[in-house]
């Protein structure tokens, strides 16, 4: 049984020209420049020397504390340096600049093919860790943090997220419909790794075909993997809401999804951390869809980690003149870049090129209260713009301004165009800072 | 991977998410209500004639340059294309008499707009519905140019209905002496009787329905002692054909609320195309409908008055007399003075509903829609802070 999660709407969904394509392979780029920030927390630590030959699947960065993430190459080459690429967030971070020999040769000392059964948890959670392992939905927050939950926590079901509710963007449905027993036994694997009995994988119900090769998959391997179709409503990926669907759980203010006793991953996530368990590859490649009204051969394609956005773009028929925007993720949470200068990272996974007016003149609040009927938090999302535009913290915060977690329903539906989610980011940072501060 | 200065300068634009937007705007919304007010606008020239024109343009003309002028001299970016300020016009212009003079019309349309909405802040600031608190200004400061409520001249128009009520067993004449209580009955017949021979009469005044249902509570008989003894009955009991007048908008009242089946017709759409929500219109209907149904009503027999047994009031000349339709559909919806919430929005719209007819059932005006929903539109704070929604996560306890 499925429960219908507060608000959310349902955008063009715009994803028929990627849909039916299979997974292609991205050109070998020239080089790569792989990003050393490419995870929620510490930048990882360099490892590697200019000049040094580097082989695919070496270590080139490793982690810098416990929320951290390990980098690999991602192709075989010579390392050139330390240099500084965009992070999609905008500002500027070190990267390892990699000149590919085109060889594509693997490091020997990462090809282990175990036998995945054996593993314990413990072993799931190193070898997951070793591989620099992150929330490929976009998040990128460190997988073996997630699957180190504290002793204290009971977790009884993962959750894997294949709701892929952001309109335009494919990837996890190809890779879903491709990769299925992967995905499936990777789900084993993290599910032997918290400790749960029950595992389910939500998505929705525009990917009949996925849906189909998993539930296939789940009888052929004989596990007990749920499959759940929900329909398309987004933000249906945001894990306190898909917890909701699937589960009627909600996930308390302020707290994580293991304090409602379920641990959410990505199913690329899953996808990856089987490659690792079983053939000991690290985390190099992702599906990226690349796709727009600025591209002219939309795709959906494995694309090494750090290949240059620009590279990339030129295989699919990027038409400069035809793209005003370019996005990092999908359209309704996802960052404008500025310019090709940037690298593809584990969050990557999707690059949209959108014809879209420069900017939305906004006008005054008509208090129509859409953004109420839409808001999956339950707030007031026109009341907190008040807030934000005339500086009212103390009110905003009293407005539980803290529990917007950005889907961005608030903006779209807002016939005022008011940017309500960015002065309700804005307004969440300064209560940040100012807790920050009480707290010195 | 330095870049050159002309790599470096900017390619895209960088706004924030969301990337796409809901194709619905505010100058949408406003022109969708206009339209949807043009049907019951169009019936009012139609069955009043080109007069009522009048104070349609000049409310407008009013609204939209009082609009224009005090943003411009606030310095700030010109908001007379959202189209509120034309909606605020032909809504107040709706409610007022179709024989209004030009200059009524302007003083009611700076009123609303400087007084209802600018003075507030504009779009959005504003707490009562400007067009409603631009007649309320005008009720009280002119109270004789507002009562004076017409009957249509009704043409061509007139002669078409009235063959239809011929056919339905009566004749527009019969029907306006049956349901006129007042002492010009007579009057009131034979003048009926001359727009039927159309017999060149432009204009006609007379009591509206309501004004039919309602009898002015000084009737009472006081005795020796200085204490009312008898209460005249408040309202009469219509018949079903001045029933069908009324919604028809064959009758006499404000200009654009005389024929409520385009209302509904205009609001239907506005439900459809998703401009105002569905949970104001019914509850405020629906509970104006049950009091006018439930509470006894006076009705007529020879010279003396009888009042309705218990739920058997008129509640059918309730919903189509005066501005009922117009409030429901046009004047409760206006986002700006109502709650936030669905929950508020039913306790908004039920008391938009109770107030109207506490006011025609015991209030000395024979209409309340207007100060109903500006009474509520006070209370939509209060509504608002009590109809909080529950934040996703709150309530539930950490595992």
Redesign the interface.
């Known amino acids: 049984m499925n429960y219908r ?2 608000g959310g ?1 349902h ?2 969904e715009n994803k028929d020209r990627t849909m039916d394509l299979p997974l292609a392979k991205a050109e070998p780029p020239p080089f790569v ?1 792989i990003s050393f920030s490419q995870h929620i927390g510490k930048p990882a630590t360099p490892l590697v020397k200019p000049g040094e030959r580097i082989l695919r699947g070496q270590m080139i960065a490793e982690q810098t504390g416990y929320v951290s993430a390990a980098a690999h190459a991602s192709i075989s080459g010579i390392a050139r340096g330390v ?3 965009r992070h999609p967030l ?1 500002f500027l971070v070190d990267a390892l ?1 990699i000149e590919n020999d085109g060889l594509d040769e693997w490091d020997p000392a990462v090809k282990i093919e175990r036998d995945v059964d054996a593993l314990s948890p413990g072993e799931i959670r190193k070898i997951v860790q070793g591989a620099g392992i992150v929330g490929m939905g976009g998040a990128t927050f460190p997988s073996h943090v997630k699957l180190s939950p504290p002793p204290e ?2 977790i009884d079901t993962l959750i894997l997220n294949g709701a892929e509710c952001e ?1 335009y963007l494919t990837a996890d449905d190809v890779l879903m419909r491709e990769f299925p027993e992967e995905i499936l036994r990777g789900a084993e694997l993290f599910k032997k790794a918290i400790g749960a009995g029950r595992a389910i994988v939500g998505l929705e119900d525009n990917k009949p075909r996925a849906a189909a090769a998993l539930k296939a998959a789940a009888d052929r391997l004989g596990s007990g993997i749920e499959i759940a179709q929900l329909p398309v409503r987004y933000p249906q990926g945001a894990e ?1 809401q898909l917890i ?1 669907a699937l589960l009627g759980r ?6 994580l999804p ?4 379920v641990l959410v991953h990505n199913v690329a996530s899953a996808y990856s951390g089987y490659e690792a368990c079983a053939f000991g590859y690290p985390l190099t490649e992702r599906v990226v869809t690349v796709t727009g009204p600025g591209i002219g051969k939309p795709a959906n394609l494995w694309v090494r980690i750090g290949a240059m956005a620009g590279q990339l773009l030129d295989q699919c028929g990027f038409d ?1 003149a035809a ?5 990092v993720g999908g ?11 940037w690298s593809v990272v584990k969050g990557t996974n999707g690059i ?1 090129a ?1 014809d ?1 007016p ?3 003149c906004h ?7 859409r953004c ?2 839409g808001c ?5 999302p ?2 907190l713009s008040n807030y934000g535009e005339s500086d009212r913290l103390a009110e905003a915060e009293e407005y ?1 301004a803290r ?1 917007c977690f950005e889907c ?2 608030c ?7 008011r ?1 309500i ?2 002065w309700i ?1 804005m307004e969440k940072a300064e209560i940040n800072r100012k807790k920050q501060m009480e707290v010195k | ?1 330095t ?1 050159s200065a002309e ?2 300068k ?13 194709g ?3 100058p ?2 406003m022109g969708l209500v206009c339209l949807a007010l043009a049907p019951a606008l169009a019936w009012a020239l139609l069955a009043f004639g080109w007069y009522a024109i009048v104070p349609v343009f000049f409310s407008v003309a009013a609204c939209v340059l009082t609009e224009w002028a005090i943003v411009a001299w606030r310095g700030l970016p010109r ?1 007379i294309d ?1 189209g ?1 300020a034309v909606v605020t016009g032909l809504l107040l212009a709706a409610v007022c008499p179709p024989n209004l003079p030009w200059w009524a019309a302007v003083v009611g349309g700076v009123f609303a707009i400087g007084i209802g909405k600018q003075a507030f802040g ?4 504003n707490i009562w519905n400007p067009a409603l608190l631009g007649r309320a200004f005008m009720q009280a400061s002119m109270p004789d140019r507002m009562m004076s409520g017409e009957w249509p001249h009704l043409g061509l128009a007139g002669k078409w209905w009235n063959n239809i009520f011929h056919y339905l067993g009566g004749s527009f004449s019969e029907i306006a002496g049956r349901i006129n209580s007042n002492p010009d009955a007579v009057t009131r017949a034979s003048m009926a009787g001359a727009v039927d021979a159309a017999s060149g009469v432009d204009v006609m005044t007379g009591a509206t329905l309501l004004d039919a249902m309602h009898v002015p509570a000084a009737g009472g008989i006081v005795d020796a002692a200085g204490n009312v003894a008898y209460h005249a009955p408040k309202a009469l009991s219509p018949g079903w054909s001045s029933i069908l007048y009324g919604w028809l908008g064959v009758e006499g009242g404000s200009l654009g609320e005389v024929s409520a089946v385009l209302l509904v017709i205009g609001g239907l759409y506005l439900l459809r195309k998703k401009v105002i ?1 569905w949970d104001i219109p019914f509850f405020f209907i629906l509970v104006a409908a049950v009091l006018g149904w439930a509470f006894p009503q006076p009705y007529k027999i020879g010279d003396a008055y009888a009042y309705t047994p218990w739920f058997q009031g008129p509640w059918l000349a309730h919903l189509g007399a005066g501005g009922l339709m117009l409030g429901a559909f046009f004047m409760a919806t206006d ?2 003075t ?5 929950k508020g ?1 039913i306790i908004f719209a039920c008391g938009c509903g109770v107030m109207t007819m506490v006011i025609r059932l015991f209030g000395g005006y024979p209409e309340g829609v207007c100060y109903a929903i500006l009474l509520m539109n006070t209370c939509v704070p209060l509504i608002d802070s009590l109809t ?7 309530g ?4």
């Open positions: 999660f507060h709407v955008p063009r420049a240099v500084q690429v905008g600049k926590k009971k309109p306190k909701y909600e996930t308390p203010s302020g707290g293991m304090d409602a006793g400069p793209t005003r925007k370019l996005i359209p309704m949470m996802g960052l404008a870049m500025r310019d090709l200068e949209l959108l879209d420069a900017a939305y006008r005054a609040c008509i208090r129509c209260g109420i009927e999956p938090a339950g707030l007031l026109c009341i539980n529990d961005g329903v903006a779209y539906v807002c016939p005022s165009k940017p989610v960015q980011r | 991977m870049m790599e470096k900017l390619l895209f634009n960088v706004n924030n998410s969301p990337h796409i937007r809901d619905d705007t505010t949408r919304i908001s959202d509120s504009g779009l959005g600031h929500p986002m700006v109502g709650p936030l919430t669905r929005r909080r929604p529950r934040v996703f996560g709150t539930v306890k950490k595992q």
